[in-house]
């Protein structure tokens, strides 16, 4: 279908929804524009997630006009979009980069020692220590350094923690499915040898990638 076939789809649905609706499809589009991610598993995400499974059709169509794609994984039980344009990616630090490898590595090997695929969690210290084991940085981070980076990858539902001003090793981080898509691979190997590859960089350069 072409996007003018999509916007005479959407045009002869939305006719059809009635108000209320025509405000909640407002409100799912602009969600998935500005946060990229729905998850069933995140307690602000639950109820857009089932509205938008529902409306999946016609999110897809929407989307189509706008060069994204319009993805529903029901194993993992997210939602999310991706533009087909190479555009409105989000950029990391070097260090930011290393702390969501290590989170992917997390992530994967907690779903395959629990056998669930869903929100793994990982406690401040240890992720500090595995950060800390790649060897990359020539001076170790401070609590404040992790905590903005955590807190980034939070704002685009990779990550997310409770606690606010009184983070301590104990807290738990918990890793949300999304990182399988930011992160896209489910080798333990080719994960160690991302990591790896930064030993062979410049220590001191922090340039984004």
Same mark, same amino acid.
């Given at each position: 279908m072409d996007k003018v076939e999509c916007l005479e789809f959407l045009t002869n649905r939305f006719?059809?929804?009635?108000?209320? @609706?025509?405000?909640?499809f407002t409100k799912l589009v602009l969600r998935l524009l500005n946060e990229t991610f729905l998850i069933k598993d995140r307690t602000d995400d639950k109820k857009d997630y089932?509205?938008?499974s529902e409306l999946k059709?016609? #999110?897809?169509? $929407? $989307?189509q006009v706008l060069n994204y794609g319009f993805y529903e994984d029901k194993i993992l039980q997210i939602i999310y979009i991706k533009t087909e344009d190479n555009k409105n990616r989000m950029h990391l630090t070097k260090f930011e980069t290393v702390l969501?490898?290590?989170?992917?590595?997390?992530?994967?090997?907690?779903?395959?020692?629990?056998? #669930?695929?869903?929100?793994?969690?990982?406690?401040f210290e240890d992720l500090?220590?595995?950060? #800390? @084991?790649?060897?990359?940085f020539k001076d170790e981070k401070s609590n404040n350094e992790y905590i903005e980076a955590i807190?980034?990858?939070?704002?685009?539902?990779?990550?997310? $923690?409770?606690?606010?001003k009184n983070f301590s090793n104990e807290s738990r981080i918990f890793i949300y499915p999304s990182i399988a898509y930011v992160v896209s691979s489910n080798d333990i190997n080719d994960?160690?040898?991302?990591? @790896?590859? $930064?030993? @062979?960089?410049d220590k001191n350069n922090e340039e984004v990638n």
């Open positions: 006719r059809g929804f009635s108000e209320l @609706k025509q405000e909640l089932y509205n938008a059709e016609e #999110l897809e169509k $929407f $989307f969501l490898l290590c989170l992917r590595v997390a992530y994967y090997k907690n779903s395959k020692k629990s056998g #669930l695929i869903n929100v793994a969690s990982i406690t500090k220590q595995d950060v #800390l @084991k790649t060897n990359i807190r980034k990858l939070r704002k685009f539902k990779i990550v997310d $923690f409770n606690g606010g994960l160690d040898s991302r990591i @790896k590859a $930064f030993n @062979k960089e």
